[in-house]
């Protein structure tokens, strides 16, 4: 089992910076592809960023490409998404998720973290 909890969360003004980190315990997430996830009120949850298990390869929504940076600590069994420029619309309630390698499927999620942009 991976247990995910993650931080950094909070209020901040349009064009803003906040820094999300997603804490691992229980299994080294070296072998896991990690993802970050949000869900606005009333909206679907939607896939924000992905890394993969060996670090190389990054993927972004696009309405998050060139403001968000996504990368891993697997020394600090941590992740990480560096969100610049935060637009009001990026308020939501951030999910951190791991997949074991070769899966599709993220098994493991955490509790979330709130961000709110104001205008």
């Known amino acids: 089992q991976v247990q995910l909890v993650e931080s950094g969360g909070g209020s901040v003004q349009a064009g803003g910076s906040l820094r999300l980190s997603c804490a691992a315990s229980?299994?080294?997430?070296?072998?896991?592809?990690m993802g970050w996830f949000r869900q606005a009120p009333g909206k679907e949850r939607e896939f924000v960023a992905a890394i993969s298990w060996s670090g190389p390869s990054r993927n972004y929504a696009d309405s998050v490409k060139g403001r968000f940076s996504i990368s891993r600590d697997n020394a600090k069994n941590t992740v990480y998404l560096q969100m610049n420029s935060l637009k009001p619309e990026d308020t939501a309630v951030y999910y951190c998720?791991?997949?074991?390698?070769?899966?599709?499927?993220?098994?493991?999620w955490g509790q979330g973290t709130q961000v709110t942009v104001s205008s």
């Open positions: 998720a791991a997949r074991a390698a070769g899966l599709q499927t993220y098994a493991y």
């Open positions: 229980g299994r080294t997430i070296s072998s896991y592809g």
